[in-house]
Every structure is written in structure tokens, then in C-alpha cells.
């Protein structure tokens, strides 16, 4: 069980609030897949980062429930132990705003340009 599994998990009802039809059946699938091979033991946070960053609408829904103070616990703001750590995260966004989000998940990954403002994202401090 791992912070993105959780939301991946809670998402899928609100996917077709947050995205049309189409898009909200292929991403229900694509997280069905994917939390198919978390039971089976499998390390898919890497993959899941990357289909809710490759969505704005569920990026935005993303980010919002990992700000939630409500959310007690569920916190991804554990420092990475190297590569191969898996289920830490580290939160990157452009520094005017969360309109650029990334999730690093392994140090060997290079942090991306800001697509708006081309330039790089900084990480969000833990809390
Ligand atoms: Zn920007």
C-alpha cells in the first residue's frame, strides 16, 4: 500500500467528474492494470506519478488530495533512500505555481523544465 495506490484507488469513482468519457475510461483502465500488479506485488508508483501527471485535470485532483491536512499519514514527503528506494516521493513544482507538478521517484531521474516558464521545477520542502 503506498500513498499513490491509495489515491489511485480513490480516484477511480471521481474519474468521470474530473475527465470525459473516453479519457476516463482509459485511465480507469490503465488504473486498474496497474493496481492489479500492486497486489501482485509489483512497485508501480513510478508508472501511476506518470499517468496522473500526464492528465492536468488529475494531476490538479493529485495534488490537491496530497496537500490535504486531513490527510494525515498520507505524506510522500520521505526523502529518497537512492535508487530502487520505490515508494518514497519527492514533489516538484515550478516556482510560480503548482501548475507544473513532477514526481521523482528515483534519483537517477532528471527533474524536468517547467513547460510554461522553462525552467527547472524545485522540490517541495517536506513538512
Ligand atoms: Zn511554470
Not at 471521481?14 to 501482485?40: F, K, N, P, Y
Not at 535508487?83 to 521523482?104: I, K, N, V
Request: hydrophobic residues 35%.
Amino acid at each position: 500500500m503506498s500513498v499513490l495506490t491509495d489515491l489511485a484507488r480513490s480516484l477511480r469513482p471521481s474519474l468521470g467528474m474530473l475527465v470525459d468519457d473516453a479519457e476516463a475510461t482509459r485511465l480507469s483502465a490503465a488504473i486498474e492494470q496497474l493496481l492489479r500488479e500492486h497486489d501482485d506485488g509489483k512497485d508501480v508508483d513510478t508508472r501511476l506519478a506518470e499517468l496522473f501527471s500526464s492528465v492536468p485535470e488529475i494531476q490538479r485532483y493529485v495534488t490537491n488530495a496530497l496537500d490535504d491536512p486531513l490527510n494525515p499519514g498520507k505524506t510522500p514527503y520521505e526523502p529518497l533512500a537512492g535508487d530502487g528506494a520505490g515508494s518514497s516521493l519527492q514533489r516538484y513544482e515550478c516556482r510560480y505555481g503548482p501548475h507544473a507538478t513532477w514526481f521523482r521517484s528515483s534519483l537517477s531521474q532528471e527533474v524536468p523544465l517547467c513547460p510554461e516558464h522553462q525552467i527547472p521545477l524545485r522540490l517541495v520542502p517536506g513538512r
